[in-house]
């Protein structure tokens, strides 16, 4: 039973990134699944969840409008779209089972995302 982050890298300042999580031993269909961020020496704070049976997403205020939460059934996966990336979005981006972070169960090991000129 896992979660699996990939997608991340180096971005300039106003690119895009796709972040992928999927799940492997457990179906997703009962999760309302969120994505989180962390910066060495802060806490991690909660980016945008998505209710995994009918899609419905919710974005943090520092990335509404720009970072959305999408799903692929078939495939167990969850996405993170990330646009119009700015330097203050560089952390590691973590999916887990549950979009209140207490109450995951299960954590993606996390991908580095880095926006630079």
């Known amino acids: 039973v896992q979660l699996q982050a990939s997608g991340g890298g180096l971005v300039q300042p106003g690119g895009s990134l796709r972040l992928s999580c999927t799940a492997s031993g457990f179906a997703l269909d009962d999760y309302v699944v969120g994505w989180f961020r962390q910066v060495p020496g802060k806490r991690r704070e909660g980016v945008a969840c998505?209710?995994?049976?009918?899609?419905?997403?919710f974005s943090a205020d520092p990335v509404k409008g720009r970072f959305t939460a999408s799903r692929d059934i078939a495939k167990n996966t969850v996405y993170l779209q990330m646009n119009s990336l700015k330097p203050e979005d560089t952390a590691v981006y973590y999916c887990a089972s549950d979009c209140d972070e207490p109450n995951a169960d299960y954590w993606g090991p996390g991908t580095q995302v880095t926006v630079s000129s």
């Open positions: 998505i209710t995994f049976y009918d899609g419905r997403t």
